[in-house]
């Protein structure tokens, strides 16, 4: 199975979700390479226990919210 990942414009630029079950498997402010991700869960989800896969199911992009000058 894939996995979900999407940049925000929230706080927390990347969110990476396991596809099937929308555990979040990463939440932070720096990008992380989804191999990277994969790799640190042994390419299985901790919650569902389904197989990581590379290949990105739904990427979502938005734009940064900007702050308002001091």
Same mark, same amino acid.
Request: aromatic share 6%; glycine share 6%.
């Given at each position: 199975? /894939?996995?979900?990942?999407?940049?925000? /414009? @929230?706080?927390? +630029?990347?969110?990476?979700?396991?596809?099937?079950?929308?555990?979040?498997?990463?939440? /932070?402010?720096?990008?992380? +390479?989804?191999?990277? %991700? %994969?790799?640190?869960?042994? /390419?299985? $989800?901790?919650? $569902?226990?389904?197989?990581?896969?590379?290949?990105? %199911? @739904?990427?979502?992009?938005?734009? &940064?919210?900007?702050? &308002? +000058?001091?």
């Amino acid at each position: 199975m /894939g996995f979900d990942y999407s940049q925000r /414009g @929230d706080m927390t +630029p990347q969110r990476v979700l396991c596809h099937e079950c929308k555990h979040v498997l990463y939440d /932070g402010p720096e990008l992380r +390479p989804p191999d990277e %991700i %994969i790799h640190q869960y042994d /390419g299985k $989800c901790p919650k $569902c226990n389904r197989k990581l896969s590379l290949l990105p %199911i @739904d990427v979502e992009v938005k734009p &940064a919210k900007r702050q &308002a +000058p001091v």
